[in-house]
Structures are given as structure tokens and as C-alpha cells.
């Protein structure tokens, strides 16, 4: 009998260098990048409660994202008149970690009844400074400010019962937390933290992405080059064919684009407790997030179209 075999798995080591490539990346890199981007954040945000002391690890010169918790939040809306500032021993000026951000939100506010509030971080990106003795190892501050956002109900110190029954009130939470700064050397900081594993694995998988996006583009090509030979040597395909070929790659490139969102799914899943809006994540991360599945969905759709284009050639099997 008959059996259609497309010809560049058959015949192509550029079928064999994608599947290796993919494996690698399936394997190693998404796996490797989940773990190190969970290790970076966790060693570079860190989230103040109230009443409870922060004590947290950096190095001279390096970038942490430092912030506060609050509790009930509607709509996620925040304000902070003058911000938040860290005062440290040692240092002259109270350094700005937070800054000021006006109230965005009215008398009244579009939610659902059954909306309790969001727990929300206030984060800001803090440069530990450079000038600091190298002598110090440990540095002790306040992290200061105030907050306001609007919570649910009506407001608990107000006298007045009447208003409408499904109310919000303006709270203002008082930060004043003390924060710990244990010191490392920088080059040990950034092995410990994460961040060069992290870097390792971000730019690793951005280079296979890439080569398997190229690996593609040429599948493809010879892809085209073989259908030009061969619509030369025979009668132009019917009507009919040419519609069920163009079908195939159309349903085909919807069904590899969804695989490739689904990768994307997975990993902002993984990162879910960290995620953008209620519980900010370093900016590589964030960019890593996007930027990876982007490329894996683009080679899975290249690599699709490669394959539908690709004319069969007839081989006998026993």
C-alpha cells in the first residue's frame, strides 16, 4: 500500500535540529526558567505587613522592589499623598521607595456586592546605595508613609447610620515598619538572589525560541522551493484541492497557536501569587512572561505551515 510521509522528516536534518531544540526547551528551559524566575522573586520583592518587622537581604548598588500590604482594597485603587520613603542609618537622605500617587476614584465606585476587597502590595523599586562603608554589614531603618484606598462598608468610626445600604469609605493605613538590611558582597548577592541563574535560563530560552524560529523559516522554504518543482512537473491541482490544502493550514495554525498560549497559560499560572497588578514581579520576569511564549507560539505556527506546505512523496511500505 500507499503511504504519504511528509519528505522532511524524512529526508531533512532540519527536522532533527527543531525536535532536538524543542526538547531542550520543553525539558530544560521552561522547567529552568519557572525555577529560577519563583528564586529571583522571592529574593527580590520584598512586601511589609502592618505591625511586622522586615528584615531582608541586598547588596550595594543592586536594584529590590520594597513595599506594603494592604488589606480590602476595591478595584485595587490606591493613593499615597507623599509616598512611602525608607530612612536608613548611615545615609543622609530618606530614600524614595514609593512614589506619591494622587486618588484616581470618586464618590462612587463600579464593583460587585459580593466584592470583600483585593489584597494589594504598594511596591516601588529601591537602589541600596553604593556609598555605604564596606565595613557595614547590617543597616536599620523605618519604612514610613501613608496610605489611602477605599474599603468596603461604611465607615466603622462614623455615627451616621443612614446613606445607602451597599457603601464603600476612604481608609488610610499609617506605615511605619522597621526594616533590617542584612548586607552580602555583590557578586554573591547575585548568584544567591537568583537573578544570574535567572539571566542564564531567560537568555538560554530566548536562543533556543530563536533557533527554533529560524529552523522553521528554512523548513519552510524548502518547503516552498519543493512544491515550486513540483507544480512544474505535473497538471495544476484542482479547485477543490487547493481549498482543502489551504483549510488544513489555516485549522493547523489555530490549533499550534493555542498550544502555544496554553505554554503561557502554564507559566503566568505558575507565577500567579506574584502577578503583575496585586503582587508586582521583577521586570525580567514580566517581560519573560510575554516575550517567551511569543516565540514558542511564532516557531509552532511557522513550523506548521512548513509542514502543510510541504509536498508528499509516495513511498511503498510492506
Same mark, same amino acid.
Given at each position: 500500500?500507499?503511504?504519504?510521509?511528509?519528505?522532511?522528516?524524512?529526508?531533512?536534518?532540519?527536522?532533527?535540529?527543531?525536535?532536538?531544540?524543542?526538547?531542550?526547551?520543553?525539558?530544560?528551559?521552561?522547567?529552568?526558567?519557572?525555577?529560577?524566575?519563583?528564586?529571583?522573586?522571592?529574593h527580590?520583592?520584598?512586601v511589609?505587613?502592618?505591625?511586622?518587622?522586615?528584615?531582608?537581604?541586598?547588596?550595594?548598588?543592586?536594584?529590590?522592589?520594597?513595599?506594603?500590604?494592604?488589606?480590602?482594597?476595591?478595584?485595587?485603587?490606591?493613593?499615597? =499623598?507623599n509616598?512611602?520613603?525608607?530612612?536608613?542609618?548611615?545615609?543622609?537622605? =530618606?530614600?524614595?521607595?514609593?512614589?506619591?500617587?494622587?486618588?484616581?476614584?470618586?464618590?462612587?465606585?463600579?464593583?460587585?456586592?459580593?466584592?470583600?476587597?483585593n489584597?494589594?502590595?504598594?511596591?516601588?523599586?529601591?537602589?541600596?546605595?553604593?556609598?555605604?562603608s564596606?565595613?557595614?554589614?547590617?543597616?536599620?531603618?523605618?519604612?514610613?508613609?501613608?496610605?489611602?484606598?477605599p474599603?468596603?462598608? +461604611?465607615?466603622?468610626?462614623?455615627?451616621d447610620?443612614?446613606?445607602?445600604?451597599?457603601?464603600?469609605?476612604?481608609?488610610?493605613?499609617?506605615?511605619?515598619?522597621?526594616?533590617?538590611? %542584612?548586607?552580602?558582597? %555583590?557578586?554573591?548577592?547575585?548568584?544567591?538572589?537568583?537573578?544570574?541563574?535567572?539571566?542564564?535560563?531567560?537568555?538560554?530560552?530566548?536562543?533556543?525560541c530563536?533557533?527554533?524560529?529560524?529552523l522553521?523559516?528554512?523548513?519552510?522554504? +524548502?518547503?516552498?522551493?519543493?512544491?515550486? +518543482?513540483?507544480?512544474?512537473q505535473?497538471?495544476?491541482?484542482?479547485?477543490?484541492?487547493?481549498?482543502?490544502?489551504?483549510?488544513?493550514?489555516?485549522?493547523?495554525?489555530?490549533?499550534i497557536?493555542?498550544?502555544?498560549?496554553?505554554?503561557?497559560?502554564?507559566?503566568?499560572?505558575?507565577?500567579?501569587?506574584?502577578?503583575?497588578?496585586?503582587?508586582?514581579?521583577?521586570?525580567?520576569?514580566?517581560?519573560?512572561?510575554?516575550?517567551?511564549?511569543?516565540?514558542?507560539?511564532?516557531?509552532?505556527?511557522?513550523?506548521?505551515?512548513?509542514?502543510?506546505?510541504?509536498?508528499?512523496?509516495?513511498?511503498?511500505?510492506?
Amino acid at each position: 500500500m500507499l503511504l504519504s510521509i511528509p519528505s522532511f522528516a524524512k529526508n531533512h536534518a532540519v527536522f532533527s535540529l527543531a525536535l532536538l531544540d524543542f526538547l531542550l526547551l520543553l525539558l530544560l528551559g521552561i522547567p529552568g526558567y519557572i525555577i529560577t524566575s519563583h528564586s529571583y522573586a522571592s529574593h527580590t520583592v520584598f512586601v511589609a505587613h502592618k505591625d511586622k518587622p522586615l528584615t531582608l537581604t541586598a547588596a550595594q548598588g543592586t536594584n529590590v522592589l520594597l513595599g506594603f500590604q494592604i488589606d480590602g482594597s476595591l478595584n485595587n485603587y490606591w493613593a499615597s =499623598p507623599n509616598g512611602l520613603t525608607l530612612t536608613l542609618d548611615g545615609v543622609n537622605q =530618606p530614600l524614595m521607595v514609593v512614589e506619591p500617587k494622587e486618588r484616581d476614584w470618586n464618590d462612587s465606585i463600579h464593583t460587585t456586592l459580593s466584592d470583600p476587597g483585593n489584597s494589594l502590595d504598594v511596591v516601588g523599586a529601591l537602589t541600596i546605595p553604593s556609598s555605604i562603608s564596606d565595613s557595614q554589614h547590617t543597616l536599620k531603618g523605618t519604612l514610613s508613609g501613608s496610605i489611602d484606598y477605599p474599603a468596603p462598608g +461604611r465607615d466603622p468610626n462614623s455615627s451616621d447610620s443612614s446613606g445607602p445600604l451597599f457603601a464603600f469609605h476612604n481608609k488610610t493605613m499609617d506605615v511605619n515598619v522597621p526594616v533590617q538590611i %542584612q548586607l552580602e558582597s %555583590q557578586g554573591s548577592f547575585l548568584w544567591a538572589s537568583g537573578y544570574l541563574p535567572f539571566q542564564i535560563f531567560y537568555w538560554a530560552d530566548i536562543a533556543l525560541c530563536s533557533g527554533l524560529i529560524l529552523l522553521a523559516i528554512v523548513a519552510l522554504m +524548502r518547503a516552498l522551493a519543493a512544491r515550486s +518543482r513540483t507544480s512544474t512537473q505535473r497538471p495544476t491541482a484542482g479547485t477543490a484541492s487547493r481549498m482543502k490544502e489551504a483549510i488544513q493550514m489555516v485549522l493547523g495554525a489555530i490549533v499550534i497557536s493555542a498550544i502555544g498560549f496554553f505554554i503561557f497559560f502554564l507559566i503566568i499560572e505558575n507565577l500567579g501569587e506574584k502577578s503583575d497588578l496585586l503582587h508586582p514581579i521583577p521586570g525580567e520576569i514580566s517581560t519573560g512572561n510575554l516575550l517567551l511564549p511569543l516565540l514558542i507560539t511564532i516557531a509552532c505556527v511557522v513550523g506548521l505551515v512548513a509542514v502543510l506546505a510541504q509536498p508528499d512523496k509516495k513511498v511503498k511500505t510492506s
